[in-house]
């Protein structure tokens, strides 16, 4: 071969190969998934908005471009209780909400978020991820064309702000109470009128005089949405979510079209907010409590043991209206009980005991 002829064939194979090059970048552009996620939380609200942020920027950067991810807030694409419909219909493709919104679609959807006197964050994890929990939310959700992952927890949450005290049971009835989920229909059992909003609606619900009272998260959130300038009275601890589990629900027709790098990327990224969420609660919780009592004079109470001993009453009685729901919802609540009792026992003798101990210790 002559140098002239090397030359003209080299020149052609490295015009190919630029060639290649150029028709295989729009290939890769054409193939990233794009991916709308809608939520329940107002934007940049601390904590579950700002988590649910995060974690769909988590999303697209860890799928390295592979997934193009569009970030709605409540109200911007669609409503707060909106967001099933839209990810269940494929008109997005995934929402980041508290389960038990859905509870009216099947009342196994609250176990999925926290339900009266059920787990805190330790237990939860371990019955998704190791006492069946995740198989059995698996078929509920697909029941509904969708696949959910753990994707953030609030932690032990405040019983809610009241504007008189509640002393008694009898202080509950007649009551308007922002408050969804089961822990809405023990207040129900209990004489109380649960209502159910999204979190950007409670304020202006509670300073009109709409409700009388409200649970929302805890110090951290309920600073911000100033629920101090119309009740002043501040319960604990909270019943109703003793740990307030966030899902990742995503439309699993579209899921089942990824990738399993993709479909990996998603659980990950879930499973990190998961744990970030939960880190990040526990660190501001108690510096915002200070300052609510501080700064705007609210007095932090505890519910006595009488009001607490009808919340047991009321929610041994919703518990069974839920299992003779259906069959899904009675599988879904005796395996919560199993793993209550189980994870619950152990705890009892390692994280209780040592945290009164070392609290009556060093004084904290």
Request: glycine share 10%; proline share 4%; net charge negative.
């Amino acid at each position: 071969m002559d140098r002239r002829s090397f030359i003209t064939k080299a020149g052609l194979a490295t015009g190919a190969a630029a060639a290649s090059t150029a028709l295989a970048a729009p290939a890769i552009a054409q193939a990233a998934k794009d991916m709308v996620v809608v939520a329940t939380w107002p934007r940049d609200f601390p904590g579950l908005g700002t988590g649910a942020q995060r974690l769909a920027a988590r999303i697209e950067e860890l799928s390295q471009g592979s997934i193009k991810v569009q970030y709605f807030a409540a109200g911007e694409r669609v409503g707060a209780f909106d967001s099933f419909d839209a990810v269940a219909s494929g008109n997005a493709q995934a929402y980041h909400a508290a389960d038990y919104y859905w509870k009216g679609k099947h009342p196994g959807w609250a176990y999925y978020t926290a339900v009266p006197f059920g787990f805190i964050y330790a237990e939860i994890n371990a019955w998704i991820r190791f006492m069946g929990g995740q198989e059995l939310w698996d078929e509920l959700a697909d029941g509904f064309g969708l696949k959910c992952f753990s994707a953030g927890n609030t932690g032990v949450q405040m019983g809610g702000w009241f504007n008189k005290e509640i002393e008694t049971p009898d202080d509950l009835k007649g009551l308007k109470m922002r408050i969804p989920g089961l822990g809405g229909d023990v207040m129900a059992k209990l004489g109380a009128s649960p209502v159910s909003l999204p979190g950007g609606q409670i304020y202006e619900n509670l300073v009109s005089g709409a409700i009388d009272a409200t649970e929302w998260v805890g110090p951290w959130n309920d600073y911000f949405l100033k629920f101090y300038e119309a009740a002043k009275f501040y319960y604990y601890p909270g019943m109703h979510e003793p740990a307030s589990m966030l899902s990742f629900g995503v439309n699993k027709s579209w899921y089942s079209g990824l990738t399993k790098f993709e479909q990996t990327v998603i659980e990950a990224a879930c499973a990190e907010e998961n744990n970030n969420m939960m880190a990040e609660y526990n660190a501001n919780n108690a510096g915002f409590l200070r300052r609510l009592k501080e700064e705007h004079g609210v007095q932090v109470k505890r519910f006595s043991e009488e009001v607490y001993d009808a919340f047991g009453e009321a929610a041994n009685e919703v518990f069974e209206e839920t299992r003779q729901h259906s069959e899904l919802a009675g599988k879904i609540h005796e395996s919560f009980v199993k793993a209550r009792a189980e994870v619950g026992s152990w705890m009892n003798l390692s994280d209780v005991p040592f945290l009164l101990e070392r609290n009556r210790a060093l004084g904290i």
